[in-house]
């Protein structure tokens, strides 16, 4: 993503995120690339399976959302971000809101959707597949948000293998793992709304790539078969506890 610096209307500032390396970050990727910091020992148990890393986490680091380019939206109310440009691929959005109605965020572009629709204060993240152009978000709420916006390219060594596990409460987008063929997708989730899973890899392109691998509502203890080989992340749609594991 090749992108400036902008300065929006009534007092949101926009900040490019520059690339930086640290030696720091690769301090726990000798662990199966997990992030957890936890020492296994010299005999790991054959029942032992990595947990994803929910793309969230990356924002402190240099390369947040495993993007050199990511970029950081802050503002109140309703408000527009303009001149956002996108490579081919797949688009991630963390997003951090502390208002009391409504939050919606719609992108509008070459693909067109709805990346979030909260009410109240909320937290996570969101993905979606977009095709390369120029694109804009409409941002509406009643209070401060925070967004960050990232096309993620992880390095090998953050790549885990199946077996893997993630689980969270609300909207997330977990990975990377890597897939090779046919993997099972084991799905729970305890919340009263839609339970939505897609799988993309960072190579999708277009806002109907991806894979579906959950659309249910309510109560959720499922099973499926996900054919979507590639390094792939996992965006869910909750409104309650969930619990993902892929083989």
């Given at each position: 993503?090749?992108?400036?610096?902008?300065?929006?209307?009534?007092?949101?500032?926009?900040?490019?995120?520059?690339?930086?390396?640290?030696?720091?970050?690769?301090a726990?990727?000798?662990?199966?690339?997990?992030?957890?910091?936890?020492?296994?020992?010299?005999?790991?148990?054959?029942?032992?399976?990595?947990?994803?890393?929910?793309?969230?986490?990356?924002?402190?680091?240099?390369?947040?959302l495993?993007?050199?380019?990511?970029?950081?939206?802050?503002?109140?109310?309703?408000?527009?971000?303009?001149?956002?440009?996108?490579?081919?691929?797949?688009?991630?959005?963390?997003?951090?809101?502390?208002?009391?109605?409504?939050?919606v965020?719609?992108?509008?572009?070459?693909?067109?959707?709805?990346?979030?629709?909260?009410?109240?204060?909320?937290?996570?993240?969101?993905?979606?597949?977009t095709?390369?152009?120029?694109?804009?978000?409409?941002?509406?709420?009643?209070?401060?948000?925070?967004?960050?916006?990232?096309?993620?390219?992880?390095?090998?060594?953050?790549?885990?293998?199946?077996?893997?596990?993630?689980?969270?409460?609300?909207?997330?987008?977990?990975?990377?793992?890597?897939?090779?063929g046919?993997?099972?997708?084991s799905?729970?989730?305890?919340?009263?709304?839609?339970?939505?899973?897609?799988?993309?890899?960072?190579?999708?392109?277009?806002?109907?790539?991806?894979?579906?691998?959950?659309?249910?509502?309510?109560?959720v203890?499922?099973?499926?078969?996900?054919?979507?080989?590639?390094?792939?992340?996992?965006?869910?749609?909750?409104?309650?506890?969930?619990?993902?594991?892929?083989?």
């Amino acid at each position: 993503m090749n992108r400036r610096t902008l300065l929006l209307g009534s007092g949101v500032a926009v900040s490019t995120v520059l690339a930086g390396c640290s030696s720091d970050e690769s301090a726990d990727e000798g662990n199966g690339g997990s992030g957890n910091g936890t020492d296994t020992g010299d005999e790991p148990s054959e029942s032992d399976v990595d947990t994803l890393r929910s793309i969230g986490e990356t924002i402190d680091r240099d390369e947040p959302l495993f993007d050199p380019d990511a970029e950081r939206y802050e503002g109140s109310g309703r408000e527009n971000v303009t001149d956002l440009s996108l490579d081919s691929g797949l688009t991630t959005l963390a997003f951090e809101y502390d208002g009391t109605s409504d939050f919606v965020v719609m992108l509008g572009g070459d693909d067109e959707a709805v990346l979030v629709n909260e009410t109240g204060a909320v937290e996570g993240a969101t993905g979606i597949a977009t095709s390369a152009g120029d694109y804009v978000l409409d941002v509406a709420g009643d209070g401060h948000w925070t967004l960050h916006v990232g096309q993620p390219r992880a390095p090998d060594a953050e790549i885990q293998t199946p077996p893997v596990e993630a689980s969270g409460t609300g909207p997330a987008v977990v990975g990377p793992v890597g897939i090779e063929g046919a993997a099972t997708v084991s799905g729970g989730h305890d919340g009263e709304r839609n339970f939505i899973v897609m799988a993309y890899t960072e190579d999708d392109s277009g806002q109907f790539a991806g894979e579906e691998v959950f659309n249910e509502i309510g109560a959720v203890e499922s099973e499926t078969t996900v054919d979507h080989p590639g390094t792939v992340w996992i965006d869910v749609q909750a409104d309650g506890d969930w619990s993902l594991a892929v083989e």
